[in-house]
């Protein structure tokens, strides 16, 4: 069975006072959840203070982005490295708002979740199609292709740690959903991909579904058989709406 996964992505969003403000409303309302995994993923600057707020509570933290490389000359970047000793334990890497605006490629990205995995943190690896690809009818191919470019290299015993977010570009921030049903036959198709290189460990791995999941919605689309939980961007800013969907 998989554990399912709940991951909030902040983005942008929640300076350390704001921080605290989520943080110590959401902790009390998720204390006694079982059988889901909580992690918030955070901007850099926060990490090292929401690592102590959600201490001894299911809330863990994760980063938004990481660099491939080890340190040296790359403005503006930060390593595997600094992102664990400042607390974190997972990282979004590959969403497509850096793929769109900050130029990020299934090379980088493939790159990046290599340097991850190696260093210790676990990835959560985000694909998703185009409205215009989706209107061509090539979602498959294009999450398929984005999800085999991303675990290149990566090993069978490397693999346990991977999680991967389906997100629809075209559902991101604009309140349309994919159906339960298209969100779960796209996943399934992700899963397959997965076999086709791995075998069938890809029957352990867990793939969420992301693009405005919110409290109303996430029932539907975590009854589907292959929807392992979710990556919730704006309905995570909001403790009773994140809450609700944890549990
Ligand atoms: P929304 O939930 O705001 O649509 O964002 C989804 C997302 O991009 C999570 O990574």
Redesign the pocket.
Known sequence: MRKPIIAG?W?MNNTKAEAEELLTALKPLVKDVKGVDIVVCVPFTDIEKVKKLVKGSKIRVGAQNVSWADKGAFTGEISAAMLIEAGAEYV?IG???RRQYFGETDETVNKKVCKALAEGLKPII?VGEKLSEKQMGITEEIVCLQTKAALHGVSRTQLDEVVI?Y?PIW????GMTATPEDANQTIRAIRNAIRDAYGDVAQNIRILY?????DKNARDLMAQSDIDGG??????LVAEKFEKIVN
């Open positions: 992505n983005k979004v969403h497509s708002e985000c977010a997100e559902a991101i921030g604009t992301g693009g405005s999941m919110n990556l919730i961007g704006g309905a995570s």
